[in-house]
């Protein structure tokens, strides 16, 4: 057989092997970059990649190659070892090193053993030498062209699911905190549903208590009882105005004063209390020298050590009386009593009126006498043996009623 016919003969057999393969395998196309100083071999590699390659550029020299690599549209470069004035294997070096996903061959010989790991290293999946047939190099080929063409499907499907992870991550940062501001949402909600339920069964719990009593000690001795139960060991004093605009005391409890000192301090605080905090609304709570000076003036300094809840009990707009508690700066008030005393103004308050009006009930009512007029206002005169003291059952103090 002539040279001729076996040049024919490889040329049938390496076309019938790329047929077979390109039928084979589908997909994407490849782009190649056919790196050599000769045009017969770029036509050779363009030829054993028809069908394979979506798009074939060709580079004369590594300078070329460099610059169409930068361009970032090569999936596949296929260099000749004897390039003009450098070796392949170095040229492949430096792509593989600035474009790691780029699948590299290799067209040369291979010289020894310590050659081909070099090649291996500089990242050459495949080194043909070109004097193999023509059947083989084409076949080798195409292997490296399904091989560029995975790889680049497998670096796209690695960009989709990382946009779809980063997409899901967004989407459950999002859930997470609309579900964290829900939980805080539900459970601030349950707290205040919580708090009115304690709110209006205690409101009940005293207005029981509150309308049983139709006579003003019994309804101040219940008033102080439950305050005492709710608020816990406190000094507290009741002021109620008397007829001459001023105001008196009209009930208190002694929890940590000396019997010398209550009566002068009570008085002292009879002066400037409710005249202070008749006219506020809402609980005034005070704390602090500072805060204790600017509402009650000089008179502060009886209570300077002390933290105190003041409010005034109004019923049609009239300040039936001033309920005040105080006591060591150390155990001070917090919101919860600041709740529990304002509902406790606010009943005790109405039952007070009521009971006025009841008392007053056969005289026109700008002929009432006030509520704090212990001296006659009341059906009956109250003398030093009315009044009433006794343990309040927290040590060392007592209720007392003035007379």
Known sequence: MTNRETQQGHAREAGAAGGEIRRAVEGETVRVLAVSPRRSVRRRIASMLNGRAGEIDYAENAEQARVIVDRGCTDLIVIERALAGEDGVTLLEEVSGRHPLIVGVLLGRIQG?????????????????????????????????????????????VARLKKLCNSLNSARLEVTDQIGDLCTELADAYQ????????????????????????????????????????????????????????????????????ETAEVLLDQLADCVPGAVELREGVCCLSGRDELRSILGPSSCWVEDSTMLTVSCVQEGECLAVLSLFRD?????????????????????????????????????????????????????????DREDWDDGYGGGGYGFAA
Not at 119 to 139: E, P, Q, Y
């Open 192 to 259: 205040d549903l919580n708090d009115k339920f304690a709110t209006v069964k205690m409101s009940s719990e005293l207005e029981t208590l509150l309308r049983q009593e139709l006579d003003i000690e019994s309804l101040l001795r219940t008033m102080l009882e439950f305050t005492l139960a709710r608020i816990g060991s406190t000094n507290a004093a009741v002021f109620m105005p008397t007829s001459a605009g001023d105001y008196s005391v009209g009930a208190y409890v002694n929890y940590d004063l000396s019997r």
């Open 329 to 385: 700066r150390s155990r001070a008030f917090g919101e919860e009593d600041v709740r529990t005393l304002s509902v406790i103004s606010e009943l005790f308050g109405a039952q007070l009126g009521r009971v006025i009006s009841t008392h007053h009930r056969h005289l026109p009512k700008d002929q009432w006498g006030l509520s704090g007029d212990w001296q006659g206002g009341g059906d009956e005169d109250l003398g030093p043996e």
């Open 113 to 157: 053993t310590d050659d081909a790991v070099r090649a291996m290293r500089a990242g050459a999946c495949d080194v043909i030498s070109l004097n193999d047939d023509a059947a083989t190099i084409t076949r080798r080929m195409i292997d490296a062209a399904d091989r560029a063409r995975r790889v680049r499907t497998r670096e796209s499907r």
